[in-house]
T-cell receptor, first 116, second 112 residues
């Protein structure tokens, strides 16, 4: 158990709809990362938050948005869903090493999104 | 920008065979290097890491050495088991949390 909790585990919805994926990081971790994993694109970095603020942005579509709340949990919002958005969405949190550097990521078990 | 290249597989081996999964990287500065493993139906978990040149990361019989001169971090195991069947991801981090970059993953299947 990584200590990172993602809900729901599975989500089935229709094109054009909007969904929200939730992530609770490990206790004490301030950074949250979102990744999309699909068969043809591999593991794609979407966005990172650190202590409530956006820290880095990757290949995140404009239809997607995220936020990190004061209690450090994060939500990824996906809107105007398309068939191609079907994928496994992972959340990860990072541990800060003694030198203040992020040493490694702890991943949740993911949310499998199916857009029909 | 930073990038990671690894052999995509799939790799199929018999139990007790020797495993090598190649990984090379492009990065500025001095990144940390990682191997993550994803077992079926699960999220990624850290397998091993190395934070500076010539460091060797090791765990569960797997090893990888940070080679700055060849910008490589190849994963090796002397004798694989069926339970090692998984997808293996090479990754790097600039160490400041700005960017973890993952390779495309290599699927390993070990047959009894």
């Amino acid at each position: 158990d990584s200590g990172v909790t993602q809900t729901p585990k599975h989500l089935i919805t229709a094109t054009g709809q909007r969904v929200t994926l939730r992530c609770s990081p490990r206790s004490g971790d301030l950074s949250v990362y979102w990744y999309q994993q699909s068969l043809d694109q591999g593991l794609q970095f979407l966005i990172q938050y650190y202590n409530g603020e956006e820290r880095a942005k990757g290949n995140i579509l404009e239809r997607f948005s995220a936020q990190q709340f004061p209690d450090l949990h994060s939500e990824l919002n996906l809107s105007s869903l398309e068939l191609g958005d079907s994928a496994l969405y992972f959340c990860a949190s990072s541990a800060i090493g003694a030198g203040g550097l992020n040493e490694k990521l702890f991943f949740g078990s993911g949310t499998q999104l199916s857009v029909l | 920008g930073n990038s990671v290249t690894q052999m995509e597989g799939p790799v199929t081996l018999s139990e007790e065979a020797f495993l090598t999964i190649n990984c090379t990287y492009t990065a500025t500065g001095y990144p940390s290097l990682f191997w993550y493993v994803q077992y079926p139906g699960e999220g990624l978990q850290l397998l091993l890491k190395a934070t500076k040149a010539d460091d060797k990361g090791s765990n569960k019989g797997f090893e990888a050495t940070y080679r700055k001169e060849t910008t490589s971090f190849h994963l090796e195991k002397g004798s694989v088991q069926v339970s090692d069947s998984a997808v293996y991801f090479c990754a790097l981090s600039d160490g400041y949390g700005q960017n973890f970059v993952f390779g495309p993953g290599t699927r390993l299947s070990v047959l009894p």
